[in-house]
């Protein structure tokens, strides 16, 4: 429903002259998934993500975690939800008895430098969180972004990244299996 009343008022915006920037409509995991969305504590100088709830909760339900990092002006990012939103029939239930969707919302003017993510009294920069979790991708920040992390917050494998990431079911299967 919140899809269609977003293309709705897109729509009568453009036949009325109007444009409404995507931001405006910062999309994330879709509903169907139900995400725990974490928006960022002290912007715009930093961009911190508390992940604690998330694992105190994946630790009480004996679940994992999916996190997703993605930005509301990321092109890749719409593609990704967008690709989640017409399979979820087929992908919630592989999702729902294993998993926590974690859905950290981010914009891409926030730099590396800028993003932390905080698990209880720790807080890390970006770089120093991905060598905490033992992430072997050296690289820039890059989005769409996803961790599978137990309720310990160790990786269950390690993942790629951005444009052209899980782009079947099959693909989206073999990482909920954690198959490599």
């Not at 899809?3 to 009325?16: H, P, Q």
Request: with cysteine; proline share 7%; glycine share 4%.
């Amino acid at each position: 429903m919140h899809r269609f009343l977003m293309r709705l008022c897109v729509a009568i915006g453009a036949t009325l002259g109007i444009a409404l920037a995507p931001s405006a409509f910062a999309l994330g995991i879709p509903a169907p998934y139900t995400p725990i969305v974490v928006q960022p504590s002290g912007v715009p100088a930093r961009h911190e993500f508390d992940l604690t709830a998330a694992l105190a909760r994946a630790r009480r339900e004996n679940k994992r975690l999916y996190v997703y990092l993605g930005a509301s002006d990321c092109p890749y990012c719409r593609k990704y939800e967008a690709f989640l939103e017409k399979n979820a029939a087929e992908l919630v239930p592989q999702f729902a008895p294993q998993y926590i969707v974690v859905d950290l919302r981010s914009a891409l003017s926030a730099t590396a430098a800028q993003l932390f993510i905080r698990i209880r009294d720790k807080s890390l920069g970006y770089a120093d969180f991905q060598r905490a979790i033992g992430d072997e991708r050296a690289r820039m920040l890059v989005y769409p972004s996803v961790w599978l992390l137990d309720a310990d917050a160790r990786p269950l494998m390690q993942m790629p990244a951005g444009t052209g990431t899980f782009q079947t079911v099959d693909e989206q299967l073999e990482i909920l299996r954690l198959e490599q």
